[in-house]
């Protein structure tokens, strides 16, 4: 079984996630989309749970896919689980310096981990998390951006965190 690690913070998930993880479910016999803790976004819109629950809603018609969350080194929860590839989305050249750093670093760790990217799909090619909680604070409409089975929850928080602020 050719098992795919689909990383990210996922803080919120967009139709950008949600296309990339459909895609690579697509290649792999089992997909483990696994929210990861970001040490350079340390202020958190949703909780890894509260994320792990609505990736979960967005993927259940996904057979083949999972959802968990990792706090530690990818490679070695890529190992733990068997896992022969992770699986990394890029929307644009900037991404692909960072990405491709850690690619090396995840090789060096778990030689026997392929690292693959997936462009993005040109829809979605503009599209962060960033740009959905940026939209969503000034009052834009996010339904385009985000899955709608999670698209009321995203509001309600991002509007009601910037109310706080």
């Given at each position: 079984?050719k ?20 895609r690579?479910?697509?290649m792999?016999?089992k ?10 976004k ?19 018609d996904?057979?083949n ?6 706090e530690g080194?990818l490679?070695s929860?890529?190992?733990e689980k068997g ?8 929307r ?6 960072y ?8 090789k060096?760790?778990s030689?026997?981990?392929e690292?693959v990217?997936?462009?993005?799909n040109?829809?979605?090619?503009y599209?962060?998390s960033?740009?959905?909680k940026?939209?969503c604070?000034f ?6 951006f985000?899955p709608?089975e999670?698209?009321?929850?995203i ?8 109310s706080?602020?």
């Amino acid at each position: 079984m050719k098992i795919a690690i689909c990383p990210g913070s996922f803080d919120p998930v967009t139709k950008g996630h949600l296309d990339i993880i459909r895609r690579t479910a697509n290649m792999f016999d089992k997909v483990i989309v696994v929210v990861m803790h970001n040490y350079h976004k340390p202020n958190s819109y949703f909780t890894a749970d509260e994320r792990v629950e609505l990736l979960s809603r967005c993927t259940k018609d996904i057979e083949n896919v999972t959802v968990d969350m990792h706090e530690g080194l990818l490679a070695s929860y890529a190992k733990e689980k068997g896992a022969v590839a992770i699986v990394k989305g890029l929307r644009a050249v900037s991404d692909f310096d960072y990405e491709f750093q850690q690619a090396l670093t995840n090789k060096k760790l778990s030689p026997e981990i392929e690292t693959v990217f997936i462009t993005a799909n040109s829809d979605y090619m503009y599209l962060s998390s960033s740009v959905v909680k940026q939209v969503c604070e000034f009052g834009g409409d996010i339904s385009d951006f985000v899955p709608a089975e999670v698209c009321d929850d995203i509001i309600q928080r991002i509007r009601e965190r910037n109310s706080r602020i």
